[in-house]
């Protein structure tokens, strides 16, 4: 049985990254569904005292944002999940900024329309990924970071997966993920995190 998946991230997260991976894998065997969400950590983290070395990461991430706000206007969830697959490689892959050439040319790659990378410059666009963010954030019912994973009515941040599983043992994680949706007095597993 596929089971549908919501998927909330910030393009700019690398352990991030790694979990769509997974869900990317796991949804190819037909095993889920996914309905890529987004959300913000610059959101997650106004008002707070952020370290310089990460505001203008948060600000690239912001602009990457709006286009896949764009990207979902135009195409989707679909589009969203492509464009995001274009923008990460570029960025968690091969190292490149959020620059509005890579932006630009992630769009290209996803097969979106131009307008799609033109969209970093349009703030109204903060309104739906906002909304979004907010979503995911209730799902999980307390302030949560990058990714939210929502199936089966259950939403939790996480899991975070370095490097992300492939084959059997993504479909394993997957299953154990289910089974945990099923268990209400869940609510949070932990260890040390893979490195990249």
Known sequence: MTT?????????????WRTSRWITEVAGTGAATV?????????????????????APMA??????????????????DAVGALYTALGTRRH???ESYSDETIAGAVADAGLPESVATAVDDESLDAAVRTSHEDGQAAVGQES???????DGVAWFGPVVVPAPTGEEA???????????TVPAFSELKTKRGSF
């Open 4 to 16: 549908p998946v919501d998927f909330f991230f910030d393009p700019g997260c690398p352990f991030t």
């Open 35 to 55: 309905t890529w969400r987004l959300m913000s950590l610059a959101v997650l983290n106004e008002g707070k005292d952020i370290p310089e070395q990460f505001r």
């Open 60 to 77: 690239m991430g912001r602009r990457a944002l709006r286009a896949l706000a764009a990207a979902e206007k135009a195409g989707g969830s």
């Open 93 to 95: 892959e091969k190292g």
């Open 145 to 151: 970071g990058s990714p939210i994973l929502r199936l």
């Open 171 to 181: 479909t394993r994680l997957f299953d154990a993920v289910k089974l945990l949706a």
